[in-house]
């Protein structure tokens, strides 16, 4: 059985930095994608980055330059700089099988996800 935990979440200040990590076990063999999500409240869940097994990635417009998400191992992390009031929200990370170019940002690719972890960012 597969299964997703994150953690590395917590408050800060606008302008600050966290980094998220996302340990993943059990993902069937071959090749495997991974994505993190977010949900602030009243919102739907919406993809934030993703990255494939063999490193390539992608990133919704509001954190491109801000975040950088890498994966070794099926180990994924997500560095979060100038943090801004507006990134507060449960992030998510979630996996699939699979084989896409580009991975994919949209929650209906993945089959697997962690159980949440809050990002709260305060100006």
């Known amino acids: 059985q597969v299964s997703l935990m994150e953690s590395g979440g917590g408050s800060v200040q606008a302008g600050g930095s966290l980094r998220l990590s996302c340990a993943a076990s059990?993902?069937?063999?071959?090749?495997?994608?991974m994505g993190w999500f977010r949900q602030a409240p009243g919102k739907e869940r919406e993809g934030v980055a993703s990255i494939t097994n063999w490193g390539k990635t992608a990133y919704t417009n509001p954190v491109k330059g801000r975040f950088t998400v890498s994966e070794v191992n099926a180990q994924m992390y997500l560095e979060m700089n100038s943090l801004k009031p507006e990134d507060t929200a449960i992030y998510y990370c979630?996996?699939?099988?699979?084989?896409?170019?580009?991975?994919?940002?949209?929650?209906?690719?993945?089959?697997?996800w962690g159980q949440g972890t809050q990002v709260t960012v305060s100006s």
């Open positions: 979630a996996a699939a099988s699979g084989y896409w170019r580009t991975p994919p940002l949209s929650a209906a690719e993945y089959d697997y």
């Open positions: 059990r993902l069937p063999n071959g090749n495997y994608y």
